[in-house]
């Protein structure tokens, strides 16, 4: 199927659009090595996927906060200051150039996280972006975790655009994956991680970092 440019592109947002560098601070400051954020965030992926894969569900924060738990010796009231700084994260500086580029093209930008609502709001008003977006969506609202493509679907008809003029931008190769099998247009650029998954079916667009991946997608014919 041949893709078409997108109406809506909808960005991730932990590590793809916002820096989690005040998380990794935070564990610092709370005696932990800022390597172990990375272990944390991928045990809070697993948390949350193994919960909707067998029809339950809990919040991104409660995952954090498990992930902490079985990481860490933390107390509860540390493991909640740590989580807290998710509000205080920043956009990565690639961010506004490329949410400008769609903008003043005509596409219509908005962000998709499963993250708890009111983070990517927060770090794109910290950003001096949030005019650059349309609106912040979060699958908590549906109890949805990414990858499922309730998620994306559920994304694309809040937006009211057909999934296949929907694109997700992410440096999360699960997510494009599952962009792409609920019928989006799916982008990936190296961020957290250094390559795309190749047990994966290959990404609709990959380019070396945020700029070509949005270029990419201006390009493909309307």
Not at 59 to 79: K, N, V, W
Not at 144 to 167: F, H, I, Q, S
Request: glycine share 10%.
């Amino acid at each position: 199927m041949t893709r078409r440019r997108p109406d809506v592109v909808a960005f991730d947002v932990n590590e793809t659009l916002l820096d989690l560098s005040p998380v990794r601070a935070a564990l610092v400051e709370a005696g932990q090595p800022g390597s172990l954020l990375g272990t944390v965030f991928a045990r809070t992926l697993l948390t949350g996927f193994a919960a909707a894969t067998v029809g339950s569900w809990c919040s991104f924060r409660g995952a954090f906060d498990a992930a902490l738990a079985q990481e860490t010796e933390l107390s509860e009231e540390a493991r909640g200051s740590v989580a807290d700084t998710f509000r205080e994260l920043s956009p990565h500086p690639d961010v506004e150039p490329a949410l400008r580029r769609l903008v003043e093209a005509g596409v219509r930008v908005v962000t998709l996280s499963h993250g708890s609502p009111g983070v990517a709001e927060a770090g794109l008003e910290r950003g001096g972006i949030a005019p650059l977006v349309e609106r912040s969506l979060s699958s908590e609202v549906i109890r949805a975790w990414k990858p499922n493509r309730e998620a994306y679907l559920w994304a694309a008809g809040t937006c009211d655009v057909a999934p296949d003029r929907m694109a997700l931008v992410a440096a999360h190769g699960w997510d494009v994956l599952g962009a792409q099998r609920a019928g989006l247009t799916g982008a990936w650029f190296p961020r957290s991680e250094r390559t795309y998954p190749a047990v994966f079916d290959a990404p609709h667009v990959q380019a070396a970092d945020l700029a070509g991946a949005v270029d990419a997608l201006l390009a493909l014919p309307g």
